[in-house]
Nanobody, 120 residues
Framework: QVQLVESGGGLVQPGGSLRLSCAAS????????MGWARQAPGKQRELVAT???????NYVDSVKGRFTISRDNAKNTVYLQMNSLKPEDTAVYYC??????????????WGQGTQVTVSS
C-alpha cells in the first residue's frame, strides 16, 4: 500500500516562502513521476508541478519561476519550494505519485493534503 505524507504547509504573508515535503512509504523510483497538485475552495484540483524519475520537471504557467519541485531519492521524499507566494496560491496542496503500469492499469496515488494559506 502506497502512503504519501505531506508536511510544511501553513500561513504565510504575500511574498513569503514555504517548502512542502512529501515522504513516500517506499522507493519513489518505483513511480514514473511525482508531483504536487492543489485545490482551492470551489475549484477543481490542479496539478502544478511534476518531476519524472529521470528528473525532468514541468510546471503550470501560474507557478513558473516561483515554485521549484525536487526529489531526494535516498530519502524517498519530494519537495515543493514555493517563493513569492500570492493570495491566489491559497489551497490544499496534495502530493501525487503516478505509475504508468500496474496490474490494474495506470495508477495515481495521493496524500492527505496540507493547507497553504497566503494572507496578510
Amino acid at each position: 500500500q502506497v502512503q504519501l505524507v505531506e508536511s510544511g504547509g501553513g500561513l504565510v504573508q504575500p511574498g513569503g516562502s514555504l517548502r512542502l515535503s512529501c515522504a513516500a512509504s517506499g522507493s519513489i523510483l518505483s513511480f514514473n513521476s511525482m508531483g504536487w497538485a492543489r485545490q482551492a475552495p470551489g475549484k477543481q484540483r490542479e496539478l502544478v508541478a511534476t518531476i519524472t524519475s529521470g528528473g525532468t520537471t514541468n510546471y503550470v504557467d501560474s507557478v513558473k519561476g516561483r515554485f521549484t519541485i525536487s526529489r531526494d531519492n535516498a530519502k524517498n521524499t519530494v519537495y515543493l519550494q514555493m517563493n513569492s507566494l500570492k493570495p491566489e496560491d491559497t489551497a490544499v496542496y496534495y502530493c501525487n505519485a503516478f505509475k504508468t503500469w500496474t496490474p490494474r492499469g495506470p495508477a495515481n496515488y495521493w496524500g492527505q493534503g496540507t493547507q497553504v494559506t497566503v494572507s496578510s
